[in-house]
């Protein structure tokens, strides 16, 4: 199979790429330079040109802060052009996979979200992949939408290597305890994605990795985990502190797990626990010279 996989330099990207390649596909790993997603037109004429069997779209405007000023690039990046590379890709019959996001959702439910619950995006960059997701699905009725959260990989920049850093730094942590959701290791939804194109899934789903906690439950999960694999992590303490006492551009929903019954059935495999994939990044991080 032709596979083009766009924001390959990405955590999820990354791991898409190589797990396909893996697998013995022909993959496409346009760089951001040579598929710029700010150029709609040039981008769906290089996916007309190479019409691969599937496009895995992991490209997507990210800063979820910087979205509220830089809205049209936000809107560019993450609805106009997988709109237009779904119009391409329905007009040669291929098929198409979009990532997309829990911050579609408000978080105001309190249990986690299936996939048909109302969205209410609470800033730009949720509004935006929700936008991408219903424009991507009106071109393409067979594309796939998959939504995560709280994504982190050996590659690219998240949570968990900015919280190491900073305890390998003996820096302290203040780290907001109101914020509930899902860690997901790329890894594993790479492999999900592939569960998905393998079973020519259709429709939205969501996938994160099983069970669920804050952001300062995450954080001393972090430097317990890097601790037992290795790292000389020098910060004991992580503080927990409100939303409020950390404020930012744009807010965040406030419970944001979702739901993973409708793919469970699918999956080869139970959705590892949060912390289990946790521990499995932060030994290949350690095993790895210059990927922190
Ligand atoms: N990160 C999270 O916590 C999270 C949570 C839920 C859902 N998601 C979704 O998961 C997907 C993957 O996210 P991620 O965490 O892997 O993101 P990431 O690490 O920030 O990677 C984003 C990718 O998009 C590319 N990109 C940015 N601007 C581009 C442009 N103008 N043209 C072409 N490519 C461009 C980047 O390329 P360069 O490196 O060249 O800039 C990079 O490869 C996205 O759809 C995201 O919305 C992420």
């Known amino acids: ?3 083009l996989v766009t924001g390959a330099t990405g955590q999820l ?3 898409v790429a190589e797990l396909f390649r893996g697998a013995g596909h022909v993959v496409f790993a346009p760089s951001s330079k040579e598929l710029d997603f700010l150029k709609p037109d040039q981008a769906a004429g290089m996916v007309d040109q190479l019409r691969p069997d599937w496009v895995i779209n992991c ?11 830089e ?17 391409t890709v329905a007009g040669y019959g291929g098929r198409l996979l979009q990532v997309s996001t829990d911050f579609i959702f408000d978080g105001g439910q309190g249990w986690p979200y299936v996939e048909t619950d109302q969205p209410n995006p609470l800033g730009v960059y949720g509004c935006s992949k929700l936008e991408g997701e219903q424009a991507v699905l009106q071109a393409l009725p067979e594309a796939i939408v998959l939504r995560t959260a709280w ?9 968990v290597k900015t919280m190491l850093r900073l305890a390998l730094a003996g820096k302290p942590l203040r780290v907001v305890d109101d914020q509930t959701g899902t860690p997901t290791w790329a890894r ?105």
Not at 151 to 159: D, E, I, M, P, S
């Open 13 to 15: 990207g990354s791991e």
């Open 71 to 87: 809205t049209a690039a936000a809107f560019c990046i993450n609805r106009e052009t997988p709109e237009r590379l779904a119009q």
């Open 188 to 292: 594993d939804i790479a492999s999900a994605i592939a569960v998905l194109v393998a079973a020519d899934a259709r429709g939205t789903f969501h996938y994160t990795n099983a069970g669920e906690t804050s952001w300062h439950g995450f954080a001393c999960a972090i430097l317990d985990e890097a601790a037992a694999v290795g790292f000389k992590v020098k910060t004991e303490d992580v503080t927990p502190i409100p939303t409020s006492a950390y404020p930012t551009p744009a807010t965040r929903p406030a419970y944001s797990v979702l739901s993973t019954e409708k793919i469970r059935p699918l999956l080869t495999a139970p959705i590892p626990n949060w912390r289990d994939s946790l521990k499995n990044m932060l030994q290949e991080l350690y095993k790895c010279a210059d990927c922190l």
């Open 1 to 3: 199979m032709r596979v």
């Open 59 to 69: 490209a997507a405007y990210t800063q979820v802060d910087n979205a509220e000023t």
């Open 151 to 159: 994504v982190y990989g050996v590659r690219g920049h998240n949570f």
